[in-house]
Structure formats: C-alpha cells, structure tokens
Nanobody, 115 residues
Framework: QVQLVESGGGLVQPGGSLRLSCAAS????????MGWYRQAPGKQRELVAR???????NYADSVKGRFTVSRDNAKNTMYLQMNSLKPEDTAVYYC?????????WGQGTQVTVSS
C-alpha cells in the first residue's frame, strides 16, 4: 500500500504564505505523476498543480504566479509554496500520486485564508 501524508496547512491572513509538504511512502512504483488538488466547501475537487519527476509543472490559472510546486525525488516528497494567499484559496488541500493501477490520495490538510 502507498501512503501519502500532507503537512503545513493552517490559518493565514490574506497576502500571507504557507508551504505544504507531501511525503510518499510504501510500495511505490513511480512518483512521476504527483500533484496537489484542493476542495473548497460546496465545490468539486480541482487540480492546483502537478509535477513530473523531471520537474515539469503546470498550474491552475487561479494560482499561476502565486504558487510553486517542487519536489525532492530522493525523499519522495512534493511541496507547494503558496504566496499571496487569498480567501478563495481556502480549501482542503490533497496530495495525489498516480500509479499505473490507480490513484492514491493523502488525508488532506486544511488551508484557511482569513483576516
């Protein structure tokens, strides 16, 4: 089984920053397909950012220029640096790892942006 553990969420004021981490462990076949998703109350889960093992990344339009996804392949860890946070960024953020046989998800970490 694969385990994904997110950390770094919390309460931050608008304009502030947070850094999320996702550590993957277990019987991992590949960490090539990793990404961050979020789900706000009343909304569908949406892609925030994803990154390949080679460092190629893409972002949702809503976070471009503010969020940066990165990874440390040796540690099987992915990060999400979130700057200039807005109230609309408030959501539960989930780490995702795609494997050939399906997807794995972390438990989620709450990010709340409020004054």
């Amino acid at each position: 089984q694969v385990q994904l553990v997110e950390s770094g969420g919390g309460l931050v004021q608008p304009g502030g920053s947070l850094r999320l981490s996702c550590a993957a462990s277990g019987r991992i076949f590949s960490t090539n397909a990793m990404g961050w998703y979020r789900q706000a109350p009343g909304k569908q889960r949406e892609l925030v950012a994803r990154i390949t093992s080679g460092g190629s990344a893409n972002y949702a339009d809503s976070v471009k220029g503010r969020f940066t996804v990165s990874r440390d392949n040796a540690k099987n860890t992915m990060y999400l640096q979130m700057n200039s946070l807005k109230p609309e960024d408030t959501a539960v953020y989930y780490c995702n790892l795609g494997q050939l046989w399906g997807d794995y998800w972390g438990q989620g970490t709450q990010v709340t942006v409020s004054s």
